[in-house]
């Protein structure tokens, strides 16, 4: 029994065991073969290689934005004169709302509406068919939109951008101020996608233009305009190429969009400024169509990593097993000698005869001893 062991244990650590090939002269097998080989390795270094970059890692970016507009406009309605600067013209968001009536039942008393002005009395009002509400007066009237829109001239404001990123897992940290960006050129730059491409400084009407909107109609109604600062970097080369890209993409709000419901057209928001009059307070209640700028940062890094690259090479060997199966069920299943193929191939041995020829052995050895 241990000399059994033994003998086990030196076979296994010992001894090495190969699989058995057999070399198939056939011109049909071995094209179709090598036809799938080259396919596979285009595919590893054409897709994996080359178009994913399947040896390096990745990450993406932590960011922050900053923005600062700048442009003044000049108005005049009805004889009234009047500038508008930043601290009038930025500002957040409101919900605006009505709410109408047929009965005094229509208007609960204490409670508010959504969409109503105020506080509801409980009355409803007859001559207007609307609730009667403790609120400012007179309530709004937004039925007239200035046309053409009152700040046209803000085609020409100008807003900055400054942005800056950090690829945690590389360690890299990064700026829109990129090399060359200082204060003087910033003072005379004006963003142009082949002039000036890395001047932080856009005007609001390239702005419009790039996105596909219209100054005249997205000053009128109102919309969205998405600012997309891309950050794509290769740090297997110097970090001073790491640069973003500007692009610029209508959200919504275009009135020639082609929405089959246009539920809600454009971009648009209230807001008020108080002021006392004669110990009475009072407020100017302004309904503004303007433009809302979201900056969406996209960024993705890559440098070179051992552990990606070994593993994108043991799967492209893998691959090539592909070619094996496939000369095998065409050897095996398809041509007309498969049985020979089969045959050499494979070593086929019928258990029963076998233990017939031993017993048969036995026998006669023990009538020889006999």
């Given at each position: 029994?241990?000399?059994?062991?033994?003998?086990?244990?030196?076979?296994?650590f010992?001894?090495?065991?190969?699989?058995?090939?057999?070399?198939?002269?056939?011109?049909?097998?071995?094209?179709?073969?090598?036809?799938?080989?080259?396919?596979?390795?285009?595919?590893?270094?054409?897709?994996?290689?080359?178009?994913?970059?399947?040896?390096?890692?990745?990450?993406t970016?932590?960011?922050?934005?900053?923005?600062?507009?700048?442009?003044?406009?000049?108005?005049?309605?009805?004889?009234?004169?009047?500038?508008?600067?930043?601290?009038?013209?930025?500002?957040?968001?409101q919900?605006?709302?009505?709410?109408?009536c047929?009965?005094?039942?229509?208007?609960?008393?204490?409670?508010?509406?959504?969409?109503?002005?105020?506080?509801?009395?409980?009355?409803?009002?007859?001559?207007?068919?609307?609730?009667?509400?403790?609120?400012?007066?007179?309530v709004?009237?937004?039925?007239?939109?200035?046309?053409p829109?009152?700040?046209?001239?803000?085609?020409?404001?100008?807003?900055?951008?400054?942005?800056?990123?950090?690829?945690?897992?590389?360690?890299?940290?990064?700026?829109?101020?990129?090399?060359?960006?200082?204060?003087?050129?910033i003072?005379?730059?004006?963003?142009?996608?082949e002039?000036?491409?890395?001047?932080?400084?856009?005007?609001?009407?390239?702005?419009?233009?790039?996105?596909g909107?219209?100054?005249?109609?997205?000053?009128?109604?109102?919309?969205?305009?998405?600012?997309?600062?891309?950050?794509?970097?290769?740090?297997d080369?110097?970090?001073?190429?790491?640069?973003?890209?500007?692009?610029?993409?209508?959200?919504?709000?275009?009135?020639?969009?082609?929405?089959?419901?246009?539920?809600?057209?454009?971009?648009?928001?209230?807001?008020?400024?108080?002021y006392?009059?004669?110990?009475?307070?009072?407020?100017?209640?302004?309904?503004?169509?303007?433009?809302?700028?979201?900056?969406?940062?996209?960024?993705?890094?890559?440098?070179?990593?051992?552990?990606?690259?070994?593993?994108?090479?043991?799967?492209?060997?893998?691959?090539?097993?592909?070619?094996?199966?496939?000369?095998?069920?065409?050897?095996?299943?398809?041509?007309?000698k498969?049985?020979?193929?089969?045959?050499?191939?494979?070593?086929?041995?019928?258990?029963?005869?076998?233990?017939?020829?031993?017993?048969?052995?036995?026998?006669?050895?023990?009538?020889?001893l006999?």
């Amino acid at each position: 029994m241990k000399s059994q062991i033994t003998n086990a244990l030196s076979d296994f650590f010992f001894e090495y065991e190969t699989p058995r090939q057999v070399l198939v002269r056939n011109r049909r097998v071995g094209v179709v073969c090598r036809l799938i080989q080259l396919g596979v390795l285009a595919y590893i270094i054409g897709w994996v290689f080359i178009y994913e970059k399947g040896y390096q890692s990745t990450d993406t970016a932590v960011s922050s934005v900053f923005t600062k507009m700048k442009g003044v406009g000049y108005t005049s309605v009805n004889g009234t004169e009047r500038v508008w600067d930043v601290a009038d013209y930025v500002f957040p968001s409101q919900l605006p709302g009505k709410h109408n009536c047929s009965s005094h039942a229509d208007c609960e008393g204490g409670r508010y509406r959504r969409t109503a002005h105020g506080e509801m009395t409980g009355v409803c009002v007859q001559s207007t068919k609307t609730c009667e509400v403790l609120a400012w007066c007179p309530v709004e009237n937004d039925h007239n939109i200035p046309d053409p829109p009152l700040l046209i001239s803000a085609e020409n404001y100008t807003l900055f951008i400054k942005n800056s990123v950090t690829f945690p897992l590389f360690g890299v940290t990064r700026s829109n101020l990129v090399e060359g960006i200082d204060s003087s050129y910033i003072r005379s730059c004006l963003h142009h996608p082949e002039k000036a491409p890395l001047c932080p400084i856009f005007r609001l009407g390239d702005i419009v233009q790039q996105s596909g909107f219209s100054i005249e109609s997205i000053a009128k109604e109102g919309g969205a305009i998405g600012i997309v600062v891309d950050w794509t970097c290769n740090f297997d080369v110097h970090v001073k190429h790491c640069k973003p890209k500007y692009n610029f993409h209508g959200l919504y709000g275009n009135p020639n969009e082609k929405d089959n419901v246009k539920a809600s057209v454009g971009y648009n928001f209230r807001y008020a400024k108080h002021y006392f009059e004669n110990g009475t307070q009072k407020r100017t209640l302004l309904k503004v169509f303007g433009i809302r700028f979201d900056i969406i940062v996209q960024s993705l890094a890559r440098k070179f990593d051992i552990i990606p690259t070994l593993t994108a090479i043991g799967s492209g060997v893998g691959i090539f097993g592909v070619a094996t199966v496939v000369c095998d069920l065409v050897l095996l299943y398809l041509l007309p000698k498969r049985e020979f193929y089969k045959n050499m191939k494979f070593k086929h041995t019928d258990t029963h005869t076998q233990v017939r020829s031993t017993m048969h052995k036995v026998k006669n050895a023990n009538s020889v001893l006999m």
